[in-house]
Structures are given as structure tokens and as C-alpha cells.
């Protein structure tokens, strides 16, 4: 079982960035492929950045060159950078973890993206 525990939502203006963290509860941190969804109101959730474990990286095509994921495996963290946010940003993001056998969900925190 890891539990997952994000921070760092919040308000932010158009154009503005935000960093979203991810405490990872977990002794082998390091096995665990990251990743960061999101869901607006009314939307289905999306994958919006993927880290595995080998260090191969995607992103959704809307946050491209905008997001950036990475991870600290000595304090068991993951982020996600979001810099010249839009409105459409807005959602509440979820940390998510797996190994080849089971994912783990945070709880989510809100991101919204307004003047």
C-alpha cells in the first residue's frame, strides 16, 4: 500500500506557474513509475505527464513545453512544474503511482487558473 498526499494547488493568474508536489508514503520509492491526471468539471480524467522509471517521459499535447513532471527518489516526491498556465488548466490534479502489479491514487488539489 503508498499512500499519496499532493500540495501546492491553488490560485493562479493566467500566464502564471504553480508547482504541485507529490509525498510518496513508500520504502521503495524508486520502483514506481509516476505520473499527474487531472479532471475539470464535466470532463473525463486525463493523463497529463507520465515519469517511469527508466526515466522515458510523456506528456498530454496540451501541456507540452508548458509542464514539466520529475521526481526526487531521496525524499520520495514527485512534481509537476506547470508554468504559463491557462484557464483551461483548471482542474483538480491527482498523483498517481504503479508497478507492474497495482496504482495508487492521491487524493487530489485543486488547480484554478483565473484573473
Known amino acids: 500500500q503508498v499512500r499519496l498526499v499532493e500540495s501546492g494547488g491553488g490560485l493562479v493568474q493566467p500566464g502564471g506557474s504553480l508547482r504541485l508536489s507529490c509525498a510518496a508514503s513508500?520504502?521503495?520509492?524508486?520502483?514506481?513509475?509516476m505520473a499527474w491526471f487531472r479532471q475539470a468539471p464535466g470532463k473525463k480524467r486525463e493523463l497529463v505527464a507520465r515519469?517511469?522509471?527508466?526515466?522515458?517521459?510523456n506528456y498530454a499535447d496540451s501541456v507540452k513545453g508548458r509542464f514539466t513532471i520529475s521526481r526526487d527518489n531521496a525524499k520520495s516526491m514527485v512534481y509537476l512544474q506547470m508554468n504559463t498556465v491557462k484557464p483551461d488548466d483548471t482542474a483538480v490534479y491527482s498523483c498517481?503511482?504503479?508497478?507492474?502489479?497495482?496504482?495508487?491514487w492521491g487524493q487530489g488539489t485543486q488547480v484554478t487558473v483565473s484573473s
Open positions: 498517481y503511482v504503479d508497478d507492474d502489479k497495482w496504482g495508487y
Open positions: 515519469l517511469e522509471t527508466g526515466g522515458l517521459t
Open positions: 513508500t520504502n521503495d520509492f524508486t520502483k514506481y513509475n
